[in-house]
């Protein structure tokens, strides 16, 4: 479960038409006609399997052969009563909208148009009068050719060039802290310009991008997700993604499994303790204890009869566990002034993959 923020201040309402003057105008940067690419397209989703009846999948997406949005409701609002799950959908619908707008302009667009665009959705999303957060990741091909990619958040946007069987891009994960993410919506101070941002004029026919929310990041390495999509090369996306999919949700159910979440978690508690322990002063002690990690939000790791909360510092989000509504076995060890935890298993979570595999536009009467 992801976190919400502080409450921050309002943001103004931008104008619809002062966005879409943007790509009407100037025809000084219109350029030439050529063969245009686009993604040949499959997805994944699946709601969290730990998540009690009745709530929902807060992941949402969309899919044109010229763009792909994926957007993670941020699921701490649920300790509120709120999904975020109809935020998320808002604000993607919201994106797809816009870039359909602008599909076939052949104007150049730059970072500062893009983020204009995404700043416009985010706007539009923000008069719905929704309440929550989300995450959000674009991936578009404009009608240039160029490749233009979007994060904001935890979900993240991998390139593989299967030319070269090589990653050429991985965009970074967003965080504030340990399990809060960048995010847009109620109350958030992040805005769309905090995300990163950045545009490929090189990309090829056979490039294959890989858009997913943390479900899939958390619960399969790099080197897990790429040894997949090289065995099933030359397979239709939605089976590739499928079988991304599949895996990454037996993974997340694995309790002994050494998840990329799980190396996060230990990170993250290796670096707390030992902040705790230098604050505690020294001790000689050696000793071994056993925590449980419950799902009441008390989530703690005692070393030597001394409790180190690793619930969000600051959050008023009531009690929350950060290991996403499981039990979990922690092994604390305590040896002098430094205690350290080994945290097994995967993290169950909603999971949406999309994969746009780039092609030439087999209706391009430019080809």
């Not at 909208?97 to 500062?112: C, Q, V």
């Not at 802290?177 to 090189?202: A, E």
């Not at 690793?310 to 929350?320: E, F, M, P, Q, V």
């Amino acid at each position: 479960m992801k976190f919400i923020p502080v409450i921050g201040d309002p943001f103004h309402l931008s104008s619809q038409n002062r966005f879409l003057s943007r790509f009407k105008g100037n025809k000084n940067k219109i350029l030439g006609e050529r063969s245009r690419l686009v993604f040949s397209t499959g997805i994944y989703t699946s709601r969290s399997p730990v998540k009690p009846p009745g709530y929902e999948n807060e992941d949402s997406y969309c899919v044109d052969k010229n763009h792909i949005c994926i957007a993670d409701g941020v699921g701490g609002w649920i300790t509120q009563g709120i999904s975020s799950a109809m935020y998320s959908r808002e604000l993607v619908r919201n994106v797809d909208d816009n870039l359909k707008l602008i599909k076939n302009s052949k104007r150049k667009m730059d970072k500062e148009e893009f983020i204009e665009l995404v700043n416009n959705s985010y706007e539009k999303t923000k008069s719905s009068r929704l309440i929550g957060s989300s995450t959000l990741s674009i991936v578009l091909m404009d009608s240039l050719n160029k490749l233009h990619v979007f994060n904001l958040g935890d979900s993240k946007c991998l390139i593989y060039r299967m030319s070269e069987r090589r990653v050429i891009y991985e965009s970074d994960i967003q965080q504030h802290d340990f399990n809060i993410p960048y995010q847009l919506g109620t109350g958030s101070f992040d805005k769309p310009k905090d995300g990163q941002y950045c545009i490929f004029d090189n990309v090829k026919v056979g490039d294959t991008v890989i858009l997913a929310t943390d479900g899939l990041w958390d619960n399969l390495t790099i080197e897990q997700i790429i040894g997949i999509f090289e065995h099933n090369l030359g397979l239709d996306p939605q089976i590739i993604a499928e079988k991304l999919g599949q895996r990454a949700l037996r993974s997340s159910l694995n309790l002994s499994y050494v998840s990329p979440y799980s190396v996060y978690v230990n990170e993250f508690l290796s670096d707390k303790s030992s902040s705790f322990n230098s604050f505690r002063g020294n001790d000689d002690s050696n000793s071994i204890n056993t925590c449980f990690v419950g799902i009441d939000g008390n989530s703690s790791v005692n070393c030597d009869k001394n409790e180190l909360n690793i619930k969000r510092l600051g959050s008023n989000s009531n009690s929350n566990s950060l290991f996403n509504n499981r039990n979990h076995i922690i092994n604390s060890h305590n040896h002098g002034n430094y205690c350290y935890s080994n945290y097994f298993g995967g993290k169950p979570d909603d999971i949406t993959i999309t994969i746009g595999i780039i092609n030439k536009d087999i209706n391009d009467i430019h080809k």
